[in-house]
């Protein structure tokens, strides 16, 4: 069983980054993104702490 951290990120533009931490955890082992039309994209793979990720919607 995981932990589940939310957080709602508002971007000045869709091209500024997002930072957030992990606390002690290295990997985020799934991504729930919620649009703001409210669409829903899922990232079903680890995503190592530290690492940089370019997400986008398709």
Do not use: Q
């Not at 957030?20 to 799934?30: A, E, I, K, N, P």
């Not at 729930?32 to 702490?49: C, F, H, Q, Y």
Request: aromatic residues 12%.
């Amino acid at each position: 069983m995981g932990i589940t951290y939310s957080n709602e990120l508002t971007p000045r533009n869709f091209i500024d980054p997002f930072y957030f931490g992990l606390g002690l955890h290295d990997l985020v082992s799934r991504m729930e993104i919620r649009w703001s039309d409210g669409a829903v994209s899922t990232i079903s793979k680890p995503l190592a702490a530290g690492g940089g990720y370019l997400i986008s919607r398709n």
